[in-house]
């Protein structure tokens, strides 16, 4: 089993920056490939980003590309998204995922259910 808590979720206004945390324990975290989705109330969870378990290949979803950045600390079992020019459009809650296979771009973005262990979320609010 792996636990995974997130943190870092706030309110902030358009144009600006947060950074959200996810914890791991339980597992060897440098099995793991990482993931953030985020789902807004009355839609479907979407692809945020992914990263391999050594940190060196990264995804991301189209409406965060160049503005979001994945990253990883495999010594101290994090992860994180660095979330900048922030839009009211990304306020959702937003949860850390982990599975021991890095899937393809196509897997992330059309099936979430694919990943294993999944965070209990951490809410995300832009204001405009």
């Known amino acids: 089993q792996v636990q995974l808590v997130e943190s870092g979720g706030g309110l902030v206004q358009a144009g600006g920056s947060l950074r959200l945390s996810c914890a791991a324990s339980g597992r060897t975290f440098s099995n793991y490939a990482m993931a953030w989705f985020r789902q807004a109330p009355g839609k479907e969870r979407e692809f945020v980003a992914a990263?391999?378990?050594?940190?060196?290949?990264?995804y991301y979803g189209d409406s965060v590309k160049g503005r979001f950045t994945i990253s990883r600390d495999n010594a101290k079992n994090m992860a994180y998204l660095q979330m900048n020019s922030l839009k009211p459009e990304d306020t959702a809650v937003y949860y850390c995922?982990?599975?021991?296979?890095?899937?393809?771009?196509?897997?992330?973005?059309?099936?979430?259910?694919?990943?294993?262990?999944w965070g209990k979320g951490t809410l995300v609010t832009v204001s405009s």
């Open positions: 990263i391999s378990q050594s940190g060196g290949l990264t």
């Open positions: 995922a982990a599975d021991q296979r890095y899937y393809s771009a196509s897997t992330y973005k059309t099936n979430y259910s694919a990943m294993g262990y």
